[in-house]
């Protein structure tokens, strides 16, 4: 992590070229509480584009944290417990979409930080990966909140057939009729791949083709009393205590990892446990690819 001057810490650099092909750097630095945008123009500077997390450098859990520019945790950080629940809020033009918005009891905190990022009103989208409460046992509060006709509900005819026992009266988008894929106003296009048994006969998991991360659901979940949203080391045992628990067999989930495998993902945003980036997706892929779970553990046991 890049720091300057005044305990500057650098949080976002864009690199691109203007109309007259000229070199710029737009830079996003924090200073204490303030975030400060500066300007470098320059014949050398590359042209590429990177995002730092400012949640890398000094989280604070009590606000909404950028993943990347348009995509942030929205979920609640309990000291007390070991598993954390992560609903992301991804921010395109016309469209805002909430991914697993989490359960009763941390609603109140997840919808303020959504107050933080965007008036409820402009969500689209709600995306439901299975139906467990702690996924999305807050849908028809939800609802009310957000208080808009067109708000659809996105997820598999098999979880859509759970989820309506919440009480929700929004209409359904189910993924297997519409091709696995939402394409958004801006011409983004999410795909929808369909997980089953990991851990829920429903289950997808959302590949956002623009930043190429993947919402991942359960799978590469994670167990942990150290919890980090972002985190360089240690998260791979956490994610074997999750597996060995919650998904069903090392057959199932190794034909998962094999299909993931094949898929240009930058980050990994599970619903529970840290996010993965860069070397850490093509480790953790492996990593599951190989691990035995849930009945395979449960067999070997007399």
Known sequence: ???????????????????????????????????????????????????????????????????????????????????????????????????????????????????????????????????????????????????RPDLKIVAHTNTIRLVRHYGVRSEFYAVEKNDYKLRLTSGRELQFLFTPYLHSPGAIATYDTRTKSLFSSDIFGAISVDWKLFRSDNYLEPMRAWHEIYMPSHHILAACMKRLSRLEIDRILPQHGSVLEQHQVKQAIQFLAELPCGLDLQESTP
């Open 1 to 147: 992590m890049e720091r300057g001057g005044n305990g500057a810490c650098v949080l976002q650099v864009t690199l691109y070229k203007t109309s007259a092909q000229r070199s710029c750097a737009l830079i996003v630095s924090r200073f204490g509480n303030r975030n400060v945008l500066t300007m470098r123009y320059g014949p050398s500077i590359a042209e590429q584009n990177f995002f730092v997390p400012a949640a890398m450098t000094n989280p604070d859990f009590d606000d909404a944290i950028a993943v990347t520019r348009d995509i942030h945790w929205v979920g609640f950080y309990d000291k007390e417990a070991n598993l954390h629940c992560n609903p992301y809020l991804l921010i395109d033009d016309a469209n805002v979409i909430l991914f697993d918005p989490g359960s009763i009891p941390h609603f109140p905190v997840v919808m303020r930080k959504i107050i933080d990022l965007v008036n409820p009103n402009e969500i689209t989208h709600l995306v439901v990966s299975h139906q467990d409460p702690d996924v999305c046992g807050n849908l028809a509060v939800l609802e009310d909140v957000i208080g």
